[in-house]
């Protein structure tokens, strides 16, 4: 059994906040998939059987039966998928899960917890047994936008982040925070405050991470690459500085990430996924 996805992006005003929305069924090309710290949030509606999650080297797996909210991480995380999967859900802005959160996204930086622990027991139990009685994904994906939108609120501070993160992410983290600090008209400790509360983590971090994904993007793994160039067209002070952070969000050296990319197109190629989950196995 193949691997179906279906994504579109939502409607307005939920399009400000979310990338797209998805749908995934089939049998994923392997086990356990590693995906790098990317700019972005991630809700997970499961409608199979339970996932594992392990954010980060010093935390346990925990499993998912009823999805999971994932606010913008700073490290890889591990996935461990059951054969087959199935579930909706939506890749969202690092600002974008905040109306939705009955909790500032600090708390949850690097630390998933259930849809459950966000919406409610009841809430998504109804939501789950809306999707599994929908006629196909696009009805599925339909349901939830139409949960999503119903859900929707006033977040305060939103505005000032939304606009200051999206300035991050047009430049690729190559902006100075003073500079969108003083654009913004706020102090750099409200500023820093007001991410911390709907992103997870500061300005300043959240450049970082768009400069790293940024440049790992840019990495063809079929082809010889001069990682000194490629670490000095990014920004970066030296190619030793350009190792150091790889291994910070990845756990990986340059040098592994390329072997384990070409795993995936070597064992997989064309296939849906590939570009950037990665094999874990």
Known sequence: MSVEYVSRVPRPPLDRLIDDLYYLEGVPPYARLMLPPAPGALLIVNLG?????????????????DGCVVTMPTRAYEFGYPIPTRSVGAHVKPWGLAPFLPMPAAE????????????GRPAVAGLRDRLAAADGPHEMLTLLEQELMRRLGETAGLGLVRHT????????????????????????THLAQRFKSLVGVTPKRLARSYRFTTTMLTIDP??????????????????????HEFRAFTGLTPTRYVEVRQRFLREHPGHVLEGWPLPAD
């Open 49 to 65: 059987a339970p996932f594992r999650i392990r954010a980060g080297g010093d935390l346990e797996s925990a499993d998912y039966a």
């Open 165 to 188: 993160g999206s300035v991050i992410a047009a430049t690729g983290g190559a902006v100075a925070i003073g500079d969108l600090r003083t654009a913004a008209g706020v102090s750099s």
């Open 108 to 119: 949850l930086c690097d630390r998933p917890v259930t849809i459950e622990q966000v919406w």
């Open 222 to 243: 079929a082809g010889p690459i001069d990682w000194g160039e490629l670490a000095a067209r990014a920004g970066y002070f030296d190619q030793a500085h350009f190792g």
